[in-house]
Nanobody, 115 residues
Framework: QVQLVESGGGLVQAGGSLRLSCAAS????????MGWYRQPPGKQRELVAG???????NYADSVKGRFTISRDNAKNMVYLQMDSLKPEDTAVYYC?????????WGQGTLVTVAS
């Protein structure tokens, strides 16, 4: 199994920055891809950014040029640097890990962007 714990959420003014962190533990060697998802109030969960084992990254159109996903394999960490934040980025942000057999989710961290 894989366990994920997110941190770094909070309240920020529009135009500001936050960095989310996700710590992975357990059977980390089975992880093939990690990603960040978010669920805005009253809406469905959506992909924000993903990064695979080879380092290939993909982003939602709404965050391209503003958010950057990165991973530190030595520390078993994945990060989401969020710049130029907008009120519409307000959501609960979740870390997700994919293995060949299962997917694992963190508990989520709330990001609130004030206008």
């Amino acid at each position: 199994q894989v366990q994920l714990v997110e941190s770094g959420g909070g309240l920020v003014q529009a135009g500001g920055s936050l960095r989310l962190s996700c710590a992975a533990s357990g059977n980390i060697f089975s992880i093939t891809r990690m990603g960040w998802y978010r669920q805005p109030p009253g809406k469905q969960r959506e992909l924000v950014a993903g990064i695979n084992k080879g380092g290939f990254r993909n982003y939602a159109d709404s965050v391209k040029g503003r958010f950057t996903i990165s991973r530190d394999n030595a520390k078993n960490m994945v990060y989401l640097q969020m710049d130029s934040l907008k009120p519409e980025d307000t959501a609960v942000y979740y870390c997700k890990a994919d293995t060949e057999l299962i997917e694992a989710w963190g508990q989520g961290t709330l990001v609130t962007v004030a206008s």
